[in-house]
C-alpha cells in the first residue's frame, strides 16, 4: 500500500522516535559519573560528542541519503545500536574513553544520518505542505524524550544502569528497522542529477545560508544550555527553597511534559510555517517569546510563589521553540534553494547542530561548575543568544532564492 503516512510519516517516527532518546541525557548522566567516578563536566563531554557528529556525518553524508533512502536508515541503525551497546559494555567497565567513542562518535554518527534520512521523503510526500511534513519527520525526536525518559529512570532502578543500555539497544534496533522497511520515496519521483556539480563551499559563503546557519546555531545552543540541565536546574530550586517544590515524581513528569512540548513545537511552528508569507517569520516568534522567558526566569527572585510556574512554563516554551526551529529549517532551506538538493544543504545546515553540540550544554556546565555562579545565570546567558539571534534572522536572512540547479 503506498501512501504518506505508511510510507513517509510512521518510518519517520520511529526512526526518530528512537534517536531521538540522545534528548534523555540528563536523565542518566549523572548516574553514569557515579557509576564510573568521572565528574558530570567530564561526562557532559559524551553528550557533546554525540551532538557533533550528529552534524558532521549529516553533512558529509548528505549525498548518500539523497541516493538510497532505505540503505542509509539501515546504516543508521547499525550505528545508533552499536553506539548504545558500545556504550552499555563501557559503563560496564567504567571507562570513559569509551563511553566518548561508542555515545559520542559511533552512535552520533547514527543520530546524523538517521535525522537526515526521513526529512526530505516526508517533504516529497506533504509537497502541498512541507511543514507539516518536516514536523512530522522531527516530531519523534521530541517524543522520544517523553517516551524514554521515565523507561530509563525506571530500568535504571530495575534492572541497572548500563543493562538499560543493553536492552534499549534491541528495542531501538525493532523499531527503527520495521522503519527501515516501510520507508520509500514517491513512485513518481526520480532522483535526477544536478545540472552542475553541488558547491558547498560557494553555499556556505552565501550570506542568507549564513544567516540561516548563525541563527539555527543560536537557538540550538541555548535550547541545548537549558535541556540539558533541567533535572538539575529542578532540584536545585527545591534544595534552595528548603522544601519540595519538586518531588522526583514531579521532575520526571515535567521532563516528559517538556518533550511533549518539544513535539508540538516541531509540528506547530513548521504547520504554522506554511501559512506564513515568509517561513522565517516564525523564527523571529520563536526568539521573541524564549527572550521574554529567559528573562522572566532570570529577573524573577527565586525565593518568589511564582518562580515554579515561570521555571516550567520557560522550559516548555523553549522546548517548543527549539523543537520548531529543528522543524522550520527544511522547508525555509527549500523556499531559499529548492528542492532537488535539499538533503546535501540541509545536511551542511546541520553543522550547525554540531557546532551547538559544542557550546550547548558546555556553556550551562561552565556557568555553574566552573564559574560557580547559580542556575539562573544561565537563563541571562541565553537570553542574550536569543536578542542576537532575533537581529540575523530579521536582517541577513533575505527572501532572495538562489536555487540549486
Sequence with gaps: MENKWLRAALPALLIHGSIGTVYAWSVFKQSVADYIGASVPDVEWAFSIAILFLGLSAAVLGHYVEKNIKRSALLATLFFVAGML?????????????????????????????????????????????????????????????????????????????????????????????????????????????????????????????????????????????????????????????????????????????????????????????????????????????????????????????MPVVLVGTFFLINAGYGGGFSALPPLLADRFGMKAISKIHGLALTAWAAAGLSGNQLASYIVHVLGMPYQTVFLAISILYVIAYLISRFMVKPTQMLIV
Excluded: C
Excluded at 535504571?156 to 543493553?166: A, D, E, H
Excluded at 539497544?169 to 526520480?190: E, R
Excluded at 517561513?279 to 510563589?305: A, D, E, K
Design 86 to 306: 558500545g556504550t552499555g559494555f563501557s559503563i560496564q567497565q567504567r571507562s570513559l574513553i569509551g563511553i566518548y567513542i561508542f555515545y559520542g562518535i559511533v552512535m552520533g554518527i547514527g543520530l546524523g544520518i538517521g535525522y537526515l534520512t526521513p526529512v526530505k521523503n516526508l517533504m516529497l510526500w506533504f509537497k502541498d505542505n512541507k511543514g507539516l511534513g518536516t514536523g512530522l519527520a522531527v516530531a519523534g525526536f521530541g517524543l522520544a524524550k517523553m517516551v524514554f525518559s521515565p523507561v530509563m529512570m525506571t530500568l535504571q532502578k530495575s534492572i541497572g544502569l548500563w543493562q538499560m543500555f543493553i536492552l534499549l539497544s534491541v528495542v531501538f534496533a525493532l523499531m527503527m528497522l520495521i522503519g527501515t522497511l516501510l520507508i520509500h520515496k514517491p513512485i513518481d519521483w526520480q532522483e535526477k542529477p544536478l545540472q552542475t556539480p553541488f558547491q558547498p563551499l560557494q553555499l556556505m559563503g552565501n550570506m542568507t545560508f549564513v544567516g540561516i546557519w548563525l541563527m539555527f546555531y543560536l537557538n540550538i545552543t541555548a535550547g541545548l544550555a537549558i535541556i540539558s540541565q533541567e533535572k538539575d536546574i529542578l532540584s536545585n530550586l527545591t534544595l534552595q527553597s528548603g522544601s519540595a517544590v519538586f518531588s522526583i515524581g514531579a521532575i520526571t513528569t515535567i521532563l516528559s511534559i517538556d518533550a511533549f512540548f518539544n513535539a508540538s513545537g516541531r509540528i506547530g511552528f513548521a504547520t504554522l510555517s506554511d501559512r506564513l508569507k515568509d517561513r522565517n517569520s516564525v523564527y523571529q516568534l520563536i526568539f521573541g517569546i524564549s527572550i521574554v522567558m529567559s528573562l522572566l526566569s532570570y529577573f524573577l527572585p527565586s525565593g518568589n510563589f511564582l
